[in-house]
């Protein structure tokens, strides 16, 4: 997104996590003008570090930050 904040050039991301960023950065940011599939999410690593308890733990905080902010939005929407 840095990258994005010096050029002319429009990026689709979910807004929970593209929003924080886009602000500090300057970039407005709007809802797409159409409705598109759900994209699924994955990790790949080594076989080397699928017992690695450090990479084990890593992999746990990435997937549990993920998907409480890719879940966000969803839940507020489906509360109101």
């Known amino acids: 997104m840095h990258a994005l904040a010096e050029t002319d050039l429009l990026f689709a991301a979910p807004s929970a996590l ?3 960023i886009a602000k500090r950065l300057g970039l407005v940011t709007v809802p797409l003008p159409l409705s598109i599939p759900e ?5 790949a690593w080594h076989d080397r ?3 690695d308890p450090g990479h084990q733990w890593f992999r746990e905080r990435v997937c549990e930050i993920l998907r409480a902010r890719l879940l966000e939005p969803q839940a507020t929407a489906s509360s109101s």
Do not use: E, N, T
Request: without cysteine; glycine residues 10%.
């Open 18 to 20: 593209s929003r924080p």
């Open 49 to 51: 570090f699928d017992g």
């Open 39 to 43: 994209v699924p999410v994955a990790a």
